[in-house]
Nanobody
């Protein structure tokens, strides 16, 4: 079964850090761009960061630029999101996605494969 599984979420104080992981199962994701999105209660899902298949190109939402870093390890079929200087407004369910249509970095929802998400809660 092809799936993405996120981990690493939790409760952290403002100013703290978390590292999210997104592991792929059932096939290799090494040739596809991947991305992180988040959805806060009562809000639309929003783009956070994306990375090309090689890791050579990245894209970030303005709200996280300079605080979050996306990376990938194709040998482990895993994408990461390092989140530093966390703020209460970063509280959300974070989901990873793969197989954008068209096949390039996208800041919109047109990805085929999605994970279930991991909760990140930042207390003030």
């Amino acid at each position: 079964q092809v799936q993405l599984v996120e981990s690493g979420g939790g409760l952290v104080q403002a100013g703290g850090s978390l590292r999210l992981s997104c592991a792929g199962y059932g096939r290799s994701f090494s040739t596809t761009a991947m991305a992180w999105f988040r959805q806060a209660p009562g809000k639309e899902r929003e783009f956070v960061a994306a990375i090309s298949w090689s890791g050579g190109t990245t894209s970030y939402a303005d709200s996280v630029k300079g605080r979050f870093t996306i990376s990938r390890d194709n040998a482990k079929n895993t994408v990461y999101l390092q989140m530093n200087s966390l703020k209460p407004e970063d509280t959300a369910v974070y989901s990873c996605a793969a197989d954008p249509v068209p096949p390039r970095i996208l800041r919109t929802n047109e990805y085929v494969v999605w994970g279930q998400g991991t909760q990140v809660t930042v207390s003030s």
